[in-house]
């Protein structure tokens, strides 16, 4: 699960997936729509946030008025050509879409296939960035890419020029930098920005004085642990920003305090302020790990979009608020999330804009 979001943790009384075939048929609809979900349940370090993506799928399904979907769930062991043959046997069973896959390179793998038949809505961002996916194929998931770059736009209204990307050696933080940096220089040179790579102790003490310029501002290209750690040592004046990463869902009021001032973005679902239309999503038998409740959340907007592209929706008019931010159409084929700003203040998680 580390290589989709976080960190693992425990899940309790995971679905069985025969509970999510062919949900019952509400009255007055005659249409059955045929859908695979295509998840990695049968790779040991993925089966969690698969899980709770398919108990947040079935979620929406089983409380949705207007659609019965005959959804049948084909496990992958998360490898590419797993990935590509249990595709080709949804296409051959007759689905009219198909929802996956959750890796990046099983995106990827599908992305370069000549297989992408049906309309079909992949659950992460592809690895290979160059790729030309095929028209009917789809991406949606929790890419922290995107968040960097909504980041920086908050970042902006600082009016402060200057932007220090602090990074460790992660693939993860490369990726957040880049993306962070691509939207904040400007084309009128009017905004730079450079890298602090963390390191040995005493470099981290040479981050406050190399942080307290007033022009300013830092971006944590780290996950939460390490920005709990880095944050003591940026001079308190200098605003500092991050992605969802730094926020973990602890109720240790400490760990608040010592990120005091932060400010990231976080999908709705973890601060509670959920449209209230999907607020009865919420299950006693849910997730209660903050990384598996955004699998389990991500599952409910990925029913929430099949629904809309079943029911013929042009793509470009498709936009809702979701448990996962506001969703809309990106040509040529994404769908973004907007997630909502938020701050660390005096112990506690404050929304704003």
């Known amino acids: 699960m580390a290589a989709l979001y976080g960190s693992p943790a425990a899940f309790s009384n995971p679905p069985d997936p025969a509970s999510l075939t062919n949900p019952a048929n509400p009255a007055g609809h005659d249409s059955t729509y045929q859908v695979a979900l295509l998840l990695p349940l049968g790779a040991p370090a993925l089966k969690q946030a698969a899980q709770a993506l398919q108990m947040g799928f079935s979620a929406a399904a089983g409380r949705e008025p207007t659609i019965s979907a005959g959804i049948r769930v084909y496990p992958t062991t998360g490898q590419a ?185 976080e999908m709705p679902w973890l601060l509670q302020l959920e449209p209230a239309d999907i607020q009865h999503y919420r299950q006693p038998d849910m997730p209660t790990d903050a990384n598996l409740q955004r699998f389990y959340a991500l599952g409910i907007d990925a029913f929430q979009l099949t629904l809309r592209m079943l029911h013929k929706h042009i793509p470009e008019n498709i936009a809702f608020a979701g448990a996962t931010g506001h969703i809309r159409y990106e040509p040529p084929n994404q769908f973004n999330r907007r997630q909502i700003p938020a701050v660390f203040r005096q112990g506690r998680v404050i929304p704003y804009h």
């Open 81 to 265: 050509q797993d990935i590509l043959d249990s595709y080709q046997e949804a296409v051959r069973d007759g689905v009219e879409m198909v929802v996956g896959p959750l890796t990046r390179n099983g995106v990827s793998a599908l992305a370069a296939s000549q297989m992408v038949t049906v309309p079909t809505l992949a659950l992460n961002a592809s690895a290979i960035e160059d790729i030309d996916p095929p028209s009917n194929l789809y991406l949606f998931g929790m890419n922290t890419a995107d968040e960097a770059r909504y980041v920086a736009q908050l970042a902006a209204e600082s009016a402060r020029p200057h932007a220090v990307i602090v990074t460790d050696r992660s693939e993860l933080s490369k990726r957040l930098k880049a993306a962070f940096a691509d939207e904040w220089i400007r084309p009128d040179n009017i905004t730079s920005a450079e890298e602090f790579e963390l390191g040995s102790q005493d470099k981290l003490v040479q981050l406050y004085h190399h942080t307290s310029e007033q022009d300013n501002v830092v971006f944590l290209a780290l996950n939460g642990f390490s920005s709990r750690a880095v944050r003591l040592f940026i001079h308190p004046a200098i605003p500092v920003y991050a992605t969802s990463l730094v926020f973990t869902g602890s109720s240790d009021p400490t760990y608040f305090q010592e990120l005091d001032a932060v400010q990231f973005t």
